[in-house]
């Protein structure tokens, strides 16, 4: 890989300009007005705001506020979605304005979402990021599938991968990415939510790198990420042997029958169901699916916190929208019923609920 200077950059904008533009470009993109939010970007960088830190400290932050205001209740589902394209397209127009000088003079990077993710825009921002820094970008998007990925890689040689996971449940394909990459010959680098606190599950799959953020991420390819290389391994257990006992595979392959079967004993458990709209019965077999999803997802790394923490942020969200904590308590209870031979989804499903019991306790004195 190509070398270059690997100190990061720090935002070099005046904090109060910074928030200023924030304000700005948030009643921009909630008024659903491209125009005005392309304005404050333009204006900005013609009152010489580094392009860098319109990306990174205005509207990566604005895209935060609109996840927070979402699960907070004060943005519908419609409101959000509109957010995130105009941010969206905001970046493109940003990147594309005759200020934004780029110069290729560093190597080639491949940045991606792993596959099933469809959170591309912490991806975009990193792409964008790196053109600035003078590197070659391909960009593929969201939720790329891994065979396709590695096609991708013997065609153009990239130096690095630079893997994007936003959502925790992504981690099985996202260890599959890592894995093939490396099998290829090029180093990975990842990022996003979904590996956790310290990217603590970025070290348990085997990446050669984590960062927390873009500049993060670029100063370690400006670095030069060493490939690590690993003695040729039979099977997955070499690395996470607690998968040797089925509980992740017997979960994961039967989660369309467990979430039939739960939202089936609801509606003999909760008397209010009986009412429910199609809408609203299509909406519990949602969010039961993404629970059985944490649970798989929370096997397959052997960390009870990725579940238990996906459990207090779904009571958050649901407090948020008038629905009661403890309405979680049922589903829990009969995903245990369907799953009493496997002792580490037990240890998990009571923890989760401890926690909920506490929360609980907590709220109503």
Not at 204 to 222: H, T
Request: glycine share 6%.
């Amino acid at each position: 890989m190509s070398h270059s200077d690997g100190a990061a950059a720090d935002p070099v904008t005046d904090p109060a300009v910074v928030e200023s533009l924030r304000d700005r470009l948030w009643d921009a993109v909630i008024d659903a007005d491209e125009d005005a939010a392309v304005d404050v970007v333009f204006g900005a960088l013609e009152d010489g705001v580094p392009a860098e830190d319109l990306l990174l400290d205005v509207i990566a932050a604005v895209q935060r506020r609109v996840g927070v205001e979402w699960a907070d209740n004060r943005l519908s589902v419609a409101a959000e979605h509109a957010a995130t394209a105009i941010n969206d397209r905001v970046i493109a127009a940003l990147v594309r304005h005759p200020a934004v000088a780029r110069q290729i003079t560093t190597g080639r990077v491949a940045v991606a979402c792993a596959d099933g993710e469809w959170h591309a825009l912490p991806a975009r921002l990193l792409a964008e990021v790196l053109r600035l820094r003078g590197w070659r970008v391909d960009f593929l998007g969201a939720q790329v599938p891994t065979p396709h990925l590695i096609a991708h890689l013997h065609q153009h040689g990239p130096d690095a991968v630079a893997l994007s996971c936003s959502i925790s449940t992504r981690l099985p394909t996202a260890h599959a990415a890592i894995t093939a990459c490396q099998g290829a010959g090029v180093p990975v680098l990842v990022g996003g939510a979904g590996f956790g606190p310290d990217g603590r599950y970025a070290r348990l799959l085997g990446a050669d790198a984590w960062a927390p953020d873009a500049r993060a991420a670029a100063a370690q390819l400006a670095d030069g990420l060493a490939l690590t290389r690993r003695a040729p391994r039979d099977h997955l257990f070499d690395e996470l042997p607690h998968l040797a006992d089925q509980e992740y595979t017997m979960v994961s392959t039967t989660a369309g029958q467990l979430v039939r079967d739960t939202v089936s004993g609801l509606e003999k458990r909760v008397p209010a169901m009986a009412s429910y709209s199609q809408l609203q019965r299509q909406h519990t077999s949602t969010d039961v699916a993404h629970i059985v999803d944490f649970l798989a997802t929370a096997l397959y790394v052997d960390d009870p916190e990725l579940f238990t923490g996906f459990i207090a942020w779904t009571a958050e969200v649901l407090d948020a929208r008038g629905v009661p904590v403890d309405s979680l308590q049922p589903t829990l209870e009969l995903l245990g019923a369907q799953l009493q031979d496997f002792p580490r989804t037990q240890r998990m499903l009571s923890a989760a609920r401890d926690m909920l019991h506490a929360t609980y306790a907590r709220r109503n004195g």
